[in-house]
């Protein structure tokens, strides 16, 4: 490999003298030379260089000046400083500087050559670790977004503190969303056996991901995997809920038009970033519980047996606590169960104030309360659609015949 050199003189006896020394060796080109400072660093501005032979008392801009500047526009070139001066301030300067080589006037072959072996051995081993880090460089930047998606998967899981993680962060470019939409996605087959011999796993999430990307494009940056739990994880930036279920309602429809598979998908919604990880181990519970559970639906009515006797509770109530999008929820209880989540809400409220109806002492306004409705007026008459009379009526003619409504 060829060096190439500049010899940087105000004497030409003195440029003529280096650059005869440097024929003996095939590894250095002497590709230009300066009488003074300036023509130096306008050479070093247009040419890249490896090795310098630069005197200290040039014209105009003196050595120093010139190494100082030279370090800000090619760091890596090396130099070595030629003078006819042997003072300790003089070295102790170069030293400063990092210059590489310190020699006197007149050039001594021997000490030059001496010198300029050292200098070559220097230079081998600089483009030898850069070799390295360029193709450190290279493997960076073909495999960037898997080392920027594991980094995040690394510190989710706990691999990396927050410190660690945020100097990986900006050494990565990794600029996480503020504020940010945390999305967690579970994928089950359809059963049907022929199918899943078509699509194994990997390759199921690996397209529920591509589908991901695309649906939600517009909530840029976004930064997907697959954690160990087997859950797709999207953070991204967050938008407003009506715009949010738009996207949502895209993604379930995209996949069950060109997926086998049913999902499961929860979300949050952040600020700083060190709220995405106490988020994302609250999704991670939650999802765990109900993958685990044969039917969510489970859930959900056990939910609403706890809760059906609040005014205002409603599907998106529900829908928050299981943390599942209201449109999916609304779609998968009304496959599981066969009618709606408010007519499922009716009956149970209407089967509770039944039982209440046993009780003589309470009177009709007090039932309505106790099952949810704050108009007695109201209460009657979603009674008397379910049941096919009045709650005074139901009380006198079916409770006393003891008659069961189910």
């Not at 649906?215 to 997907?224: G, K, M, Q, R």
């Not at 809920?241 to 979300?267: D, F, G, H």
């Not at 046993?358 to 379910?386: L, N, P, R, T, W």
Request: one cysteine or more.
């Amino acid at each position: 490999m060829t060096y190439r050199a500049l010899v940087a003189d105000d004497e030409d006896i003195i440029r003529r003298g280096i650059i005869r020394l440097l024929k003996k060796y095939d590894t250095i080109e002497v590709v230009a030379e300066a009488e003074d400072g300036e023509i130096a660093l306008e050479i070093a501005e247009k040419t890249q260089l490896d090795v310098l032979f630069v005197d200290i008392n040039m014209p105009f801009l003196n050595g120093f000046q010139f190494i100082e500047k030279l370090k800000e526009i090619q760091p890596n070139a090396v130099v070595i400083i030629i003078t006819g001066y042997d003072d300790f301030e003089y070295a102790r300067q170069a030293l400063r500087l990092g210059v590489n080589e310190y020699l006197l006037k007149p050039l001594m072959e021997e000490t030059f050559n001496y010198s300029l072996d050292k200098v070559i051995k220097i230079i081998e081993e600089k483009n030898s670790g850069q070799k390295y880090i360029d193709q450190a460089k290279k493997l960076l930047n073909d495999n960037s977004t898997k080392i920027i998606t594991d980094t995040i998967n690394k510190w989710l899981k706990g691999h990396y503190s927050n410190i660690d993680f945020l100097e990986k962060a900006d050494y990565l470019s990794i600029k996480l969303p503020n504020p940010f939409l945390i999305t967690l996605i579970h994928l089950e087959y359809m059963e049907n056996g022929e199918v899943e011999d078509k699509w194994d796993n990997d390759l199921l999430y690996y397209a529920a991901e591509n589908i991901a990307k695309e649906v939600f494009e517009e909530l840029s940056p976004i930064y997907s995997f697959r954690d160990s739990n087997n859950n797709l994880v999207l953070i991204s930036e967050s938008i407003n809920r009506s715009n949010l279920n738009e996207i949502n309602n895209k993604y379930y429809e995209t996949v069950s038009a060109y997926l086998p598979a049913k999902i499961i998908m929860l979300q949050e919604v952040g600020g700083e970033y060190q709220e995405i990880l106490s988020h994302y181990r609250v999704l991670t519970r939650n999802m765990n519980e109900i993958v685990k559970c044969p039917n969510p639906i489970k859930i959900a009515k056990e939910y609403i047996e706890k809760n059906y006797n609040k005014e205002d509770f409603s599907l998106l109530d529900m829908a928050d606590y299981m943390n599942l999008s209201p449109q999916h929820l609304s779609r998968l209880f009304k496959k599981e169960v066969g009618i709606t989540f408010v007519d499922y809400l009716t009956r149970v409220r209407t089967r509770k104030s039944i039982e209440l109806l046993c009780q003589h002492d309470m009177k009709i306004y007090e039932i309505a309360e106790k099952v949810g409705y704050s108009s007695q007026h109201y209460f009657s008459s979603v009674f008397k659609k379910e049941t096919g009379m009045s709650p005074v009526d139901y009380r006198k003619n079916v409770l006393d015949k003891n008659i069961n409504y189910n």
